[in-house]
C-alpha cells in the first residue's frame, strides 16, 4: 500500500483508519496511508456523489429518513444506499430519477441521476467493506443557508398558504383551499416556479420512511386569476388567452421544479391570487400543521415572451381499461400538433398501477422516441429538457405516449390488484396524461431554432427530437458560401 504525503494526529482513544478502529494509549503521529489501487473509499469516491446528488434531501433537517452527510451517518446504509442506486429506472430507485439511459434524449434540466460508473463505484465501495479512505480526501462540507433549499436558487418572490392541521387519523380530503394573494406591484414574467410543502412533520422519525409519511398534501391544481368574483370557464385554464386567468403546472408530491422556455415566461399579474378548488390531502399518522410555499424566479423587467403556450392535449382520461391481476398492460394515446412546437418538458401522470411511459414523435416515416422513463405515483417526476435539447417538432407532428401498467401483486403501490380498474380523480382509479409543458412557434421560429440546432450539431445528419433538422442541414451545406457566390 502507498504511504500518503499528509500528516495527521491520532487522539489517546480509539481512532478509525481506513474504516479499522485502532487503539492509541498515548498521542501519536503516522503518515496516512493512501487507498490501494483500484480501491474506492468514502472520503474519495462517496462523499462527492452524496453530497451532489443525495444531500439536497439526506441532510440534518432534510426531507430524507436520515442524514448522509458524514462517514459516521453513512457507514450503516452502506448495503441498502447499493441496494437503492443499483436497481435502474424504477419506482424506489435513489435518487428518485426514472430516465431511462439506453434510448431517447438524455439531457435535462436538475438530472440527481447517477452515473453507470458511479452506481458501480458505490457497489464496490459497499462490498468491499464501506472504507472511509484518506481523511484528507474529503470535499469541503456543503453549506446550506436555511432547511428549505429551493433547486431554482433563491426565489424572487416566495407566496405562502395558510397553515392547515390534518389529524393523524383524517380522512382524505378534495376541495377548495382559500385564495391566497400574491404582492405584486407591477406584472412580472415567471422563468422557473417551484412549489414545496413545509410542515412540522419529524423528518428523522423511524416510521416516517415514505413520501406518505412525510407529506399531508398529495396534489394541488391551481391558477392565479385577478378579481376573484368573476366566475371562470373551466376551458380558460389551459388557455394562454384568459384575461384573468393563468394556468401553473400541477404541484404533485415529491415533484421538482418546472422551468419554462427562455422565450416563453409565464406570465403572474399584478392584483392575482393563487386559487384552487381541487386540493387533495391526506393523514400521514400523526397529528401536522403544514402550508405550500410558491417560489418564482423572475425574468427581467421589460421581459417580452417571443412563443405562445401550447394548449393541445396529450392524453387519456375516458378509455382506460386495466385487466385485474395482469402485468405488462399498455394504454396509448396520441395528440396532432397544429403549429410548429417544442417540447419544454415531458411529465408522466399515471396511477398506481403505473410503471413506465415513453414518448415518441411520428412525422411521415420519421419515428423517434424522445423519452422513456419509469413511473412512482408516490414520488412524481417532471423532466425538463435541456435548452439545446428540447424537441422541435413541425406541424402536422403525431405525439404518441405508450403507458405501462402493473396490475398484479408484484407491483406494491396497487392495493389490491384482483381488481379492474378504469379513468377516475382518485389513487385507486387511473389517469394517463402527459403534464409536460409546450410552446408554439411560428414558422419563422421554428426555422431559425432549427438553424440554431443544426449549428451546435455540425456534421450530424440525424439530431433526435428534430426530425426536419437533416434537411436543414442538408440546405444549409447544399447554400453557396460568399466566395463562391463572387467566382
Same mark, same amino acid.
Not at 478509525?16 to 501519536?28: E, F, K, N, Y
Not at 402493473?406 to 403501490?413: E, G, L, R, T
Not at 412557434?441 to 449549428?455: G, I, N, P, S, Y
Given at each position: 500500500?502507498?504511504?500518503?504525503?499528509?500528516?495527521?494526529?491520532?487522539?489517546?482513544?480509539?481512532?478509525?483508519?481506513?474504516?479499522?478502529?485502532?487503539?492509541?494509549?498515548?498521542?501519536?503521529?503516522?503518515?496516512?496511508?493512501? $487507498?490501494?489501487?483500484?480501491?474506492?473509499?468514502?472520503?474519495?469516491?462517496?462523499?462527492?456523489?452524496?453530497?451532489?446528488?443525495?444531500?439536497?434531501?439526506?441532510? $440534518?433537517?432534510?426531507?430524507?429518513?436520515?442524514?448522509?452527510?458524514?462517514? /459516521?451517518?453513512?457507514?450503516?446504509?452502506?448495503?441498502?444506499?447499493?441496494?437503492?442506486?443499483?436497481?435502474?429506472?424504477?419506482?424506489?430507485?435513489?435518487?428518485?430519477?426514472?430516465?431511462?439511459?439506453?434510448?431517447?434524449?438524455?439531457?435535462?434540466?436538475?438530472?440527481?441521476?447517477?452515473?453507470?460508473?458511479?452506481?458501480?463505484?458505490?457497489?464496490?465501495?459497499?462490498?468491499?467493506?464501506?472504507?472511509?479512505?484518506? $481523511?484528507?480526501?474529503?470535499?469541503?462540507?456543503?453549506?446550506?443557508?436555511?432547511?428549505?433549499?429551493?433547486?431554482?436558487?433563491?426565489?424572487?418572490?416566495?407566496?405562502?398558504?395558510?397553515?392547515?392541521?390534518?389529524?393523524?387519523?383524517?380522512?382524505?380530503?378534495?376541495?377548495?383551499?382559500?385564495?391566497?394573494?400574491?404582492?405584486?406591484?407591477?406584472?412580472?414574467?415567471?422563468?422557473?416556479?417551484?412549489?414545496?410543502?413545509?410542515?412540522?412533520?419529524?423528518?428523522?422519525?423511524?416510521?416516517?420512511?415514505?413520501?406518505?409519511?412525510?407529506?399531508?398534501?398529495?396534489?394541488?391544481?391551481?391558477?392565479?386569476?385577478?378579481?376573484?368574483?368573476?366566475?371562470?370557464?373551466?376551458?380558460?385554464?389551459?388557455?394562454?388567452?384568459?384575461?384573468?386567468?393563468?394556468?401553473?403546472?400541477?404541484?404533485?408530491?415529491?415533484?421538482?421544479?418546472?422551468?419554462?422556455?427562455?422565450?416563453?415566461?409565464?406570465?403572474?399579474?399584478?392584483?392575482?391570487?393563487?386559487?384552487?378548488?381541487?386540493?387533495?390531502?391526506?393523514?400521514?399518522?400523526?397529528?401536522?400543521?403544514?402550508?405550500?410555499?410558491?417560489?418564482?424566479?423572475?425574468?427581467?423587467?421589460?421581459?417580452?415572451?417571443?412563443?405562445?403556450?401550447?394548449?393541445?392535449?396529450?392524453?387519456?382520461?375516458?378509455?382506460?381499461?386495466?385487466?385485474?391481476?395482469?402485468?405488462?398492460?399498455?394504454?396509448?394515446?396520441?395528440?396532432?400538433?397544429?403549429?410548429?412546437?417544442?417540447?419544454?418538458?415531458?411529465?408522466?401522470?399515471?396511477?398506481? %398501477?403505473?410503471?413506465?411511459?415513453?414518448? /415518441?414523435?411520428?412525422?411521415?416515416?420519421?419515428i423517434q422516441t424522445l423519452s422513456c422513463v419509469g413511473y412512482d405515483h408516490n414520488w412524481?417526476?417532471?423532466?425538463?429538457?435541456?435548452?439545446?435539447?428540447?424537441?422541435?417538432?413541425?406541424?402536422?407532428?403525431?405525439?404518441?405516449?405508450?403507458?405501462?401498467?402493473?396490475?398484479?401483486?408484484?407491483?406494491?403501490?396497487?392495493?389490491?390488484?384482483?381488481?379492474?380498474?378504469?379513468?377516475?380523480?382518485?389513487?385507486?382509479?387511473?389517469?394517463?396524461?402527459?403534464?409536460?409543458?409546450?410552446?408554439?412557434?411560428?414558422?419563422?421560429?421554428?426555422?431559425?431554432?432549427?438553424?440554431?440546432?443544426?449549428?451546435?450539431? %455540425?456534421?450530424?445528419?440525424?439530431?433526435?427530437?428534430?426530425?426536419?433538422?437533416?434537411?436543414?442541414?442538408?440546405?444549409?451545406?447544399?447554400?453557396?458560401t460568399q466566395n463562391q457566390q463572387q467566382q
Open positions: 500500500m502507498k504511504v500518503g504525503r499528509h500528516l495527521w494526529k491520532l487522539a489517546a482513544g480509539t481512532a478509525v483508519v481506513g474504516g479499522c478502529a485502532w487503539l492509541a494509549t498515548t498521542p501519536a503521529v503516522v503518515r496516512a496511508q493512501g $487507498p490501494a489501487a483500484g480501491e474506492v473509499t468514502y472520503t474519495r469516491d462517496i462523499a462527492p456523489i452524496l453530497q451532489r446528488s443525495c444531500e439536497n434531501c439526506h441532510r $440534518p433537517n432534510g426531507a430524507g429518513p436520515m442524514a448522509l452527510t458524514t462517514y /459516521e451517518e453513512v457507514r450503516p446504509w452502506a448495503r441498502a444506499i447499493k441496494q437503492r442506486t443499483g436497481i435502474g429506472p424504477h419506482a424506489g430507485v435513489m435518487p428518485p430519477w426514472y430516465m431511462e439511459k439506453n434510448i431517447g434524449i438524455q439531457k435535462y434540466k436538475d438530472d440527481p441521476s447517477l452515473s453507470a460508473e458511479e452506481i458501480a463505484k458505490v457497489a464496490k465501495w459497499a462490498d468491499s467493506g464501506a472504507p472511509r479512505g484518506n $481523511p484528507a480526501d474529503m470535499p469541503p462540507a456543503r453549506q446550506y443557508a436555511d432547511n428549505s433549499v429551493w433547486r431554482i436558487g433563491t426565489p424572487d418572490l416566495i407566496v405562502k398558504t395558510k397553515d392547515i392541521v390534518v389529524k393523524a387519523n383524517a380522512p382524505d380530503w378534495w376541495g377548495e383551499i382559500e385564495s391566497v394573494p400574491i404582492p405584486l406591484d407591477q406584472d412580472r414574467y415567471v422563468l422557473a416556479v417551484e412549489v414545496k410543502e413545509v410542515n412540522d412533520v419529524d423528518t428523522h422519525n423511524k416510521d416516517r420512511q415514505t413520501v406518505g409519511g412525510r407529506f399531508v398534501w398529495h396534489h394541488l391544481i391551481y391558477r392565479t386569476q385577478v378579481g376573484l368574483e368573476t366566475q371562470v370557464d373551466s376551458s380558460e385554464l389551459d388557455s394562454s388567452n384568459a384575461d384573468n386567468v393563468v394556468g401553473w403546472p400541477v404541484h404533485e408530491v415529491g415533484r421538482n421544479p418546472d422551468y419554462f422556455d427562455p422565450k416563453a415566461a409565464r406570465l403572474l399579474k399584478k392584483g392575482s391570487y393563487i386559487v384552487s378548488d381541487s386540493a387533495h390531502i391526506h393523514s400521514n399518522g400523526h397529528d401536522t400543521t403544514s402550508h405550500l410555499e410558491f417560489g418564482y424566479k423572475f425574468a427581467p423587467v421589460g421581459y417580452k415572451p417571443l412563443y405562445k403556450r401550447a394548449n393541445y392535449s396529450l392524453g387519456n382520461g375516458v378509455d382506460i381499461d386495466i385487466t385485474g391481476m395482469e402485468t405488462s398492460q399498455q394504454l396509448h394515446a396520441y395528440a396532432v400538433l397544429p403549429e410548429p412546437t417544442k417540447l419544454v418538458s415531458f411529465e408522466p401522470h399515471l396511477h398506481a %398501477p403505473g410503471t413506465r411511459m415513453c414518448l /415518441e414523435a411520428i412525422w411521415g416515416y420519421n412524481v417526476r417532471g423532466y425538463s429538457f435541456a435548452d439545446d435539447s428540447a424537441p422541435l417538432l413541425p406541424k402536422g407532428t403525431i405525439l404518441h405516449i405508450i403507458g405501462y401498467m402493473n396490475n398484479s401483486p408484484s407491483n406494491k403501490n396497487v392495493p389490491d390488484p384482483r381488481n379492474w380498474q378504469g379513468s377516475g380523480n382518485r389513487s385507486i382509479a387511473n389517469m394517463f396524461i402527459d403534464l409536460g409543458n409546450r410552446v408554439y412557434m411560428t414558422d419563422e421560429q421554428f426555422q431559425d431554432e432549427m438553424r440554431a440546432r443544426v449549428a451546435a450539431n %455540425p456534421g450530424k445528419d440525424i439530431i433526435l427530437g428534430c426530425p426536419l433538422c437533416g434537411v436543414v442541414a442538408k440546405q444549409s451545406n447544399a447554400r453557396p
